[in-house]
């Protein structure tokens, strides 16, 4: 403990001590740009309740609920380097039923040419609390009942319907997955080419389209029927092969200046 | 020590003496030490990341018994969580909680907070800055939200202005609250028991009986309740009969994994004289209960810890009854007066 006493304090010493005066030759300039993220089934954005849908295995089913966190936001050039959204401004919940949660803003971004974005669903609890801010994503996620409260836990997907086989009766289904305390961690990123540049500058905002297909999350890497199972909470066998899925559903489609 | 870290703190605040530094307003938060007793492992918890300071802790134990952290505005963190009993809800079998309600399962003594890996009976909570999340936001404990938590806290002006001193960002938010309760939690360490100042040699001798029940815990007890902690932080099936009127599955809540079904965390003894009742459920009210469970009380199941199946086909770990009497003297020697009535930690 002495030993971390003295190098902290060392440490601190030392970057304390750091020198402003050696600006840079060039002021960095900075921009913004909007994510718009559209749910869909068949190119078209998802109607909750009122429009069915079918899936791989037969079911037929309506979507009431369809939530998710966006989270850890990066932006990539092409010759690799990263822009990293400041991490404790960087959950989002999309709420299909919220217009305005589908569209993110983000701004103060690092002008340039970008041609690849990458984020992550959930919440990346193996860097707690390396990087502060997750705890102040809590009173949003507890809004949207995206937390577990028993377990002290996001849930990093929501989805909720009903569904029938062959024309029988409706039964409701429900999907939550999340990660399970320390025993399975089900916090997944993505890495998405864009469609053409992404060009940052000042006063510019340009749109940023990413189509999200639903119907990934029962057919995709993995195919999940509902008459297999159609409640998954805390399911250490079905909700790492949802994560898989969702993982798959993204899709940047347009960038419009 | 001490002088060592005082010639550092005058070092670093000389270090930048320049004019440019003019404009800054020194905020009176002195670091508190955090001192790892001699016979402790290293902790858990990263204290670089949340060091704490006066501010912080104080911050913190306001929190910690302030009835505006629940929906009634009454039960607080230190009604379920009593000093005088290692902060445990005195002879309630499970915690209380808002409107009378019922929770499931025995409130858990806090100390040596900073040296867990996971927390709650079943883990649920993977790091200390989560775990108040759990009891506040359930209904059945403080039954609140943190949103509504901000908007109570906001509206007072000495947590403005204590959260404005603890924090660098100065702000009334979720990290702060849960990062200045962690302050005052890691501050809670009960090492100065009869049983420490022997392992420390600092004078004390074990009486006969407790010596012999020392020997008697080593062999029979130690292998889950190990170390100068006294757990393994594992979860473990010990064998208590299904309670029909919870079905608490334990660890498998957390998992999902039918393996952990019925597992709960092995808890540390320290202080386990006033922790009473005993168990995840608080079923057993004395230490000659739980060493009858022990001896002879266990229930088979598949996922009963196979270090309690005996090879004569017994279950449980094998007791005289003078056996259990002398471990019972040395659990004694757990109990930490110097922490149950430390003022530091008291609410008034």
């Given at each position: 403990?002495?030993?971390?006493?003295?190098?902290?304090?060392?440490?601190?010493?030392?970057?304390?001590?750091?020198?402003?005066?050696?600006?840079?030759?060039?002021?960095?300039?900075?921009?913004?740009?909007?994510?718009?993220f559209?749910?869909?089934?068949?190119?078209?954005?998802?109607?909750?309740?009122?429009?069915?849908?079918?899936?791989?295995?037969?079911?037929?089913?309506?979507?009431?609920?369809?939530?998710?966190?966006?989270?850890?936001?990066?932006?990539?050039?092409?010759?690799?380097?990263?822009?990293k959204?400041?991490?404790e401004?960087?959950?989002?919940?999309?709420?299909?039923?919220?217009?305005?949660?589908?569209?993110?803003?983000?701004?103060?971004?690092?002008?340039?040419?970008?041609?690849?974005?990458k984020?992550?669903?959930?919440?990346?609890?193996?860097?707690?609390?390396?990087?502060?801010?997750?705890?102040?994503?809590?009173?949003?996620?507890?809004?949207n009942?995206?937390?577990?409260?028993?377990?002290?836990?996001?849930i990093?997907?929501?989805f909720?319907?009903?569904?029938?086989?062959?024309a029988?009766?409706s039964?409701?289904?429900l999907?939550?997955?999340?990660s399970?305390?320390?025993?399975?961690?089900?916090?997944?990123?993505?890495t998405?080419?864009?469609?053409?540049t992404?060009?940052?500058?000042?006063?510019?905002?340009?749109?940023?389209?990413?189509?999200?297909?639903?119907?990934?999350?029962?057919d995709?890497?993995?195919?999940?029927?509902?008459a297999?199972?159609?409640?998954?909470?805390?399911?250490?066998?079905?909700?790492?092969?949802?994560?898989?899925?969702?993982?798959?559903?993204?899709?940047?489609?347009?960038?419009?200046? | 020590?001490?002088l060592?870290?005082?010639?550092?703190?005058?070092?670093?605040?000389?270090?930048?003496?320049?004019?440019?530094?003019?404009?800054?307003?020194?905020?009176?938060?002195?670091?508190?030490?955090?001192?790892?007793?001699?016979?402790?492992?290293?902790?858990?918890?990263?204290?670089?990341?949340?060091?704490?300071?006066?501010?912080?802790?104080?911050l913190?134990?306001?929190?910690?018994?302030?009835?505006?952290?629940?929906?009634?505005?009454?039960?607080?963190?230190?009604?379920?969580?009593?000093?005088?009993?290692?902060?445990?809800?005195?002879?309630?079998?499970v915690?209380?909680?808002?409107?009378?309600a019922?929770?499931?399962?025995?409130?858990?003594?806090?100390?040596?907070?900073?040296?867990?890996?996971?927390?709650?009976?079943?883990?649920?909570?993977?790091?200390?800055?989560?775990?108040?999340?759990?009891?506040?936001?359930?209904?059945?404990?403080?039954?609140e939200t943190?949103?509504?938590?901000?908007?109570?806290?906001?509206?007072?002006?000495e947590?403005?202005?204590?959260?404005?001193?603890?924090?660098?960002?100065?702000?009334?938010?979720?990290?702060?609250?849960?990062?200045?309760?962690?302050?005052?939690?890691?501050?809670?360490?009960?090492?100065?028991?009869?049983y420490?100042?022997?392992?420390?040699?600092?004078?004390?001798?074990?009486?006969?009986?407790?010596?012999?029940g020392?020997?008697?815990?080593?062999?029979?007890?130690?292998?889950?309740?190990?170390?100068?902690?006294?757990?393994?932080?594992?979860?473990?099936?010990?064998?208590?009969?299904?309670?029909?009127?919870?079905?608490?599955?334990?660890?498998?809540?957390v998992?999902?994994?039918?393996?952990?079904?019925?597992?709960?965390?092995?808890?540390?003894?320290?202080?386990?004289?006033?922790?009473?009742?005993?168990?995840?459920?608080?079923?057993?009210?004395t230490?000659?209960?739980?060493?009858?469970?022990?001896?002879?009380?266990?229930?088979?199941?598949?996922?009963?810890?196979?270090?309690?199946?005996?090879?004569?086909?017994t279950?449980?770990?094998?007791?005289?009854?003078?056996?259990k009497?002398?471990i019972?003297a040395?659990?004694?020697?757990?109990?930490?007066?110097?922490?149950?009535?430390?003022?530091?930690?008291s609410?008034?």
């Amino acid at each position: 403990m002495k030993k971390i006493t003295i190098i902290t304090l060392t440490f601190l010493m030392v970057i304390s001590c750091k020198s402003d005066d050696d600006d840079q030759t060039t002021e960095p300039t900075f921009g913004s740009v909007k994510i718009d993220f559209n749910n869909v089934i068949d190119n078209k954005t998802i109607a909750l309740n009122n429009l069915s849908y079918t899936n791989d295995s037969n079911e037929t089913y309506t979507i009431a609920e369809l939530k998710y966190i966006v989270s850890n936001i990066v932006l990539i050039k092409a010759n690799g380097e990263e822009f990293k959204y400041p991490t404790e401004q960087s959950y989002f919940l999309i709420n299909e039923e919220v217009e305005t949660s589908k569209s993110v803003s983000l701004s103060e971004i690092a002008s340039g040419e970008y041609s690849k974005i990458k984020f992550g669903v959930g919440v990346d609890q193996s860097k707690y609390p390396f990087e502060s801010g997750m705890a102040n994503f809590i009173p949003t996620a507890e809004e949207n009942a995206m937390v577990w409260n028993w377990s002290a836990g996001y849930i990093f997907f929501k989805f909720e319907g009903g569904y029938t086989t062959n024309a029988g009766p409706s039964t409701d289904f429900l999907i939550h997955v999340g990660s399970h305390g320390t025993a399975l961690d089900n916090y997944k990123e993505i890495t998405l080419d864009l469609p053409s540049t992404l060009t940052i500058a000042e006063g510019a905002e340009p749109i940023l389209l990413i189509n999200a297909d639903i119907t990934k999350v029962f057919d995709s890497t993995n195919t999940h029927s509902l008459a297999v199972k159609n409640s998954i909470q805390v399911d250490p066998e079905f909700a790492p092969k949802i994560a898989e899925n969702v993982m798959t559903m993204f899709n940047a489609i347009s960038i419009t200046k | 020590m001490k002088l060592l870290s005082y010639i550092f703190i005058i070092l670093f605040g000389t270090a930048c003496s320049s004019e440019k530094d003019s404009e800054y307003i020194p905020i009176e938060n002195t670091k508190l030490e955090f001192t790892v007793p001699a016979n402790f492992p290293e902790p858990s918890y990263n204290i670089t990341l949340n060091p704490p300071t006066e501010k912080g802790f104080e911050l913190g134990k306001k929190l910690f018994y302030d009835g505006r952290l629940a929906s009634d505005g009454v039960i607080s963190c230190g009604f379920c969580h009593i000093q005088d009993f290692a902060f445990t809800h005195h002879t309630h079998i499970v915690s209380h909680g808002v409107g009378g309600a019922l929770g499931t399962r025995n409130a858990q003594p806090l100390h040596n907070m900073a040296f867990m890996k996971e927390f709650t009976w079943d883990g649920a909570a993977i790091h200390l800055d989560l775990q108040p999340i759990i009891p506040i936001t359930a209904e059945v404990e403080m039954n609140e939200t943190f949103t509504g938590i901000i908007k109570k806290l906001e509206e007072k002006p000495e947590y403005v202005k204590l959260f404005a001193e603890a924090f660098d960002d100065q702000k009334i938010n979720s990290d702060n609250i849960l990062k200045a309760i962690s302050q005052f939690m890691i501050m809670m360490i009960s090492a100065n028991t009869k049983y420490d100042k022997i392992e420390r040699n600092e004078g004390s001798v074990f009486t006969e009986n407790e010596a012999a029940g020392f020997e008697l815990f080593k062999a029979k007890c130690a292998s889950c309740h190990k170390g100068t902690l006294f757990t393994d932080q594992s979860y473990r099936n010990n064998g208590l009969a299904i309670d029909p009127q919870y079905n608490d599955v334990g660890r498998n809540r957390v998992t999902g994994l039918s393996e952990d079904s019925y597992k709960f965390k092995v808890p540390s003894l320290r202080n386990i004289e006033l922790t009473f009742p005993y168990m995840h459920d608080g079923r057993l009210k004395t230490l000659d209960d739980v060493l009858d469970h022990y001896g002879n009380g266990m229930v088979d199941s598949e996922t009963l810890d196979p270090i309690f199946k005996n090879q004569n086909g017994t279950l449980g770990i094998p007791m005289t009854e003078s056996d259990k009497q002398l471990i019972i003297a040395f659990l004694k020697t757990l109990t930490d007066d110097d922490f149950l009535n430390d003022n530091r930690f008291s609410e008034f």
